[in-house]
T-cell receptor
Framework: QKEVEQNSGPLSVPEGAIASLNCTYS??????FFWYRQYSGKSPELIMSIYSNGDKEDGRFTAQLNKASQYVSLLIRDSQPSDSATYLC???????????????FGQGTILTVHP | DADVTQTPRNRITKTGKRIMLECSQT?????MYWYRQDPGLGLRLIYY???????NKGEISDGYSVSRQAQAKFSLSLESAIPNQTALYFC?????????????FGPGTRLTVL
């Protein structure tokens, strides 16, 4: 089993819809969770981080974390064509509140928002 | 992010050649990382450094070496390049602000080994 696994894409949604991106992880010691967006040919950019169980909202983006199920998701409301990109889930492992300082990335999910 | 720069941006080389990729940052971060990205495989960690005197292997370090010349500079070398090292290479930095490891990426170097 891969350490960090994302739902296989590509994912295609119509403009204005909700896009749902999912990620599972295998290490129960994981402490911090990140979503990066990567446009074609560009570098990843951080869009959301989440550390505690529950939801975290930032504009049209909502990250959801369930540590018991080892699951983190990203919802994009009112999807726009400019949201079309590859979304990377990243997980940081640590113990006792101390970060190990490394991220493990999922393979990425390609999202296309069509007009 | 202009705070993290990588040179060269594109490079074509031949099998067996030695090549160095360079990364510089003006963020003042202690931690620096080298990743490679291949289609469908996400980002994989090659080497990382938490300060000038600390160098650690990542999950795919074979065939690569690194040098941390200063807090702001971290270089990746391919001693004898081979075709399966053709990939997109990213440098990243972080400073563990607030106890978490938010990483910021450079623009990438596209390397082709013929």
């Amino acid at each position: 089993q891969k350490e960090v696994e994302q739902n296989s894409g590509p994912l295609s949604v119509p403009e204005g819809a909700i896009a749902s991106l999912n990620c599972t992880y295998s290490d129960r010691g994981s402490q911090s969770f990140f979503w990066y967006r990567q446009y074609s040919g560009k570098s990843p950019e951080l869009i959301m981080s989440i550390y505690s169980n529950g939801d975290k909202e930032d504009g049209r983006f909502t990250a959801q974390l369930n540590k018991a199920s080892q699951y983190v998701s990203l919802l994009i409301r009112d999807s726009q064509p400019s949201d079309s990109a590859t979304y990377l889930c990243a997980v940081e492992v640590g113990a006792g509140g101390t970060s190990y300082g490394k991220l493990t990335f999922g393979q990425g999910t390609i999202l296309t928002v069509h007009p | 992010d202009a705070d993290v720069t990588q040179t060269p941006r594109n490079r074509i080389t031949k099998t067996g050649k030695r090549i160095m990729l360079e990364c510089s940052q003006t963020k003042g971060h202690d931690r620096m990382y080298w990743y490679r990205q291949d289609p469908g495989l996400g980002l994989r960690l090659i080497y990382y450094s938490f300060d000038v005197k600390d160098i650690n292997k990542g999950e795919i370090s074979d065939g690569y070496s690194v040098s941390r010349q200063a807090q702001a500079k971290f270089s990746l070398s391919l001693e004898s390049a081979i075709p399966n090292q053709t990939a997109l290479y990213f440098c990243a930095t972080s400073d563990l602000a607030g106890g978490t490891d938010t990483q910021y990426f450079g623009p990438g170097t596209r390397l082709t080994v013929l």
